[in-house]
C-alpha cells in the first residue's frame, strides 16, 4: 500500500474536532513558553508530556507536535522585541531582526518570521510525508544487530549536543547509559541498581527523570539569581503598518527556499539541530545575497533564512524517530515516550500495522503549521505582552506544574522525590558545565542499544562476525567513522584556532 491508498484512512483520523482542539492548544502554548527567554521548548515539551498520557496517539502527537513547530516560530518574538532569544535557535534571527524592529519595522520583521517558519515547517512536513516511508522501506530489511548499529549511529547524536567540550558530554551519555540500566534486566528480568526499592525494579519514568532534569534545574538555577536580573523589559509592538514591500518579498524567496533545504537535510541526520541549521542557512544567505553589507543591520533576508531554516528541521527530525526509532533531537527523544505509551514502537511496524495512524500523524504535521501561521497572523501583539511577565511571577506557577506533571505521571508520591533527586543533580551537573541533553540521549538509546546488541549475541552463539555481516551493517560502520572523523576534524581546527 502507498501513500494515496492512506490519506483517506488518514485524513478520518485526524480531521476531528478534538484533533484540532489540541493542535490549537499546543500552537498556543509553544508560541507563549518560547517567546519567554529562558523558558526553552524542550521544557514547554516536559511539563505537559504526561497530558498526553491519558489521551490516544494522534490528539496526543499533535498536541506536541503544536508545541515543538511553534516553539520555532515564538523563539523570534523576544529575539525581535528585546534582543534576547525566547529559544537558541532564534539566536541568527535576532542578527536582523531586532535592527529591523528599531528601525520602527517590528511588524514587519514579525510578520517575515512568520511567513518564513511557516513556510520552512510545511516543507519539512511534506519532506517527512513522501521520504519517510521511503526510509521505512529500508529499515524493513533491518535484523537485530543492524539495529545495534542503528544505535551505535546514534549515539554519535552525542558530539552535536555536547556543548564546547566532548569529553564533558561523553561523561554525560555515560551516565544516561547508567540510568538507563536501572531496573529489570531486560533478557533475564533480574533487577539492576534497585538497591532494595522494589518501586525501581520498573525502572525510573523518562517524563519524571525529565522533569528534574529540564525543569526543575532551571528554577534552582533562578533561585541563585539576584532580583534586579529576574525583570525582563521588552519592547513593544509599535504603530508601524507592517508593510512588506514587493521587493523585499522577491529577496525573501531564494533565502526562504535554501532555508528549508537546509533545515530538511540537518532535520534528517540525527544530533544535528535547528541552532545549526539556523546559523548555516544565514551564513549561505549572506554569501548568496546581492546585498551582503545589509546582514547585522536589519535584513529581511537575514531573518527569512533563520527562521525557514529552523522551522524546516522539525518535520525533518521526525523522518529518523518514525522509521529507526532514533530520536534527531532532545524534543523529539521526549515525544518517543508519548508514542511507545501508547503501544507505538518506531520501526516498519508503524508503517504496517499502524498505517493510518502515521500518516495522520504526518498529514497533521501541515495542519500544525497552518494554525501556527493564523495564530501567529491574530495573536502576535499577545505574544509581545507574554515577554514582559516578571520572573518573580512565572517561576512559582512553573513549580507547581513541575511537581504536578511528576505526579501525575503514575500518580505516585516516589516519582516526585526523583524528580527532586534529579533537579539537584541536574544543577550540580551544571556547576560541573556537563550538558543535559546528552544524559537523556543515553537515557533513550540506552535500553535499546543493550537489548539489540544481546539479542545480537545470542543468535550468533556469541560471535562478534554478526555485527558485520550485512550490507546495511557496513553502511552504518562507515557513517560511523565519517560522523567521528567529521567530530576529530572539527575539534583540531577549534585547537588551531586557540593557538
Given at each position: 500500500m502507498g501513500l494515496f491508498d492512506f490519506i483517506g484512512p488518514a485524513s478520518g483520523l485526524l480531521f476531528t474536532l478534538e484533533n484540532i482542539v489540541w493542535i490549537n492548544l499546543g500552537v498556543f502554548i509553544g508560541c507563549v513558553f518560547a517567546a519567554i527567554p529562558g523558558l526553552s521548548v524542550i521544557l514547554c515539551i516536559i511539563l505537559f508530556l504526561p497530558v498526553t498520557y491519558t489521551m490516544r496517539a494522534i490528539p496526543g502527537m499533535m498536541f506536541l507536535l503544536g508545541i515543538y513547530c511553534a516553539g520555532g516560530y515564538g523563539g523570534s518574538v523576544s529575539a525581535i522585541l528585546i534582543n534576547t532569544p525566547g529559544t537558541p535557535h532564534a539566536a541568527a534571527t535576532m542578527l536582523d531582526g531586532h535592527?529591523?524592529?528599531?528601525?520602527?519595522?517590528t511588524k514587519a520583521a514579525l510578520k517575515i518570521a512568520l511567513y518564513a517558519s511557516t513556510f520552512g515547517g510545511i516543507f519539512s512536513a511534506l519532506v517527512l510525508l513522501f521520504l519517510g516511508p521511503q526510509v521505512a522501506k529500508i529499515s524493513a530489511q533491518l535484523g537485530t544487530a543492524e539495529y545495534f548499529m542503528v544505535c551505535l549511529f546514534g549515539m554519535t547524536i552525542i558530539a552535536g549536543v555536547s556543548g564546547k567540550s566532548l569529553v564533558k558530554g561523553i561523561i554525560a551519555a555515560c551516565l544516561g547509559l547508567l540510568i538507563s540500566c536501572v531496573g529489570a534486566d531486560p533478557m533475564t528480568s533480574y533487577d539492576r541498581f534497585t538497591f532494595g526499592i522494589p518501586r525501581l525494579y520498573l525502572g525510573l519514568d523518562l517524563a519524571v527523570t525529565l522533569i528534574g532534569l529540564f525543569a526543575l534545574v532551571e528554577i534552582i538555577g533562578k533561585a541563585e539569581l539576584k532580583r534586579s536580573e529576574l525583570n525582563l523589559h521588552a519592547g513593544k509592538i509599535g504603530n508601524d503598518d507592517g508593510k512588506i514591500t514587493k521587493d523585499e518579498y522577491k529577496r525573501m524567496l531564494r533565502p526562504v527556499l535554501i532555508g528549508s533545504l537546509i533545515g530538511s537535510c540537518v532535520g534528517i541526520v540525527?544530533?544535528?539541530?535547528a541552532s545549526e541549521a539556523s546559523w548555516f542557512s544565514y551564513n549561505t544567505a549572506k554569501n548568496m545575497s546581492k546585498h551582503p553589507e545589509e546582514f547585522g543591520h536589519g535584513s529581511v533576508e537575514g531573518v527569512a533564512a533563520a527562521e525557514s531554516a529552523n522551522n524546516a528541521v522539525c518535520g525533518a527530525t521526525l523522518i529518523p524517530l518514525l522509521t529507526l526509532g532514533i530520536p534527531g533531537d532532545g524534543c523529539v527523544a521526549i515525544m518517543l515516550s508519548a508514542l511507545m505509551i501508547n503501544g507505538l514502537n518506531p520501526g516498519l511496524s508503524l508503517f504496517t500495522t499502524d498505517g493510518p495512524i502515521m500518516y495522520a500523524i504526518m498529514l497533521g504535521l501541515i495542519l500544525v503549521?497552518?494554525?501556527?501561521?493564523?495564530q501567529g497572523k491574530y495573536l502576535t501583539s499577545l505574544f509581545a505582552k507574554v515577554v514582559s511577565i516578571p520572573q518573580q511571577i512565572l517561576t512559582p506557577i512553573i513549580v507547581i506544574f513541575c511537581f504536578a506533571g511528576a505526579y501525575s505521571v503514575?500518580?505516585?508520591y516516589f516519582d516526585l522525590s526523583v524528580a527532586l533527586v534529579f533537579g539537584v543533580m541536574a544543577w550540580f551537573m551544571r556547576k560541573l558545565e556537563l550538558p543535559a541533553v546528552p544524559v537523556l540521549l543515553g537515557m533513550v538509546l540506552g535500553n535499546m542499544t543493550e537489548t539489540n546488541f544481546r539479542r545480537a549475541l545470542l543468535i550468533s552463539d556469541g560471535s562478534p562476525?554478526?555485527?558485520f555481516g550485512s550490507v546495511?551493517?557496513?553502511i552504518f560502520i562507515a557513517l560511523i567513522v565519517v560522523v567521528i572523523l567529521g567530530i576529530l576534524r572539527g575539534k583540531m581546527k577549534e585547537a588551531k584556532v586557540k593557538q
Open positions: 535592527p529591523l524592529s528599531k528601525m520602527g519595522r540525527p544530533g544535528t539541530g503549521n497552518i494554525f501556527m501561521f493564523l503514575n500518580s505516585s562476525s554478526i555485527f546495511y551493517c557496513w
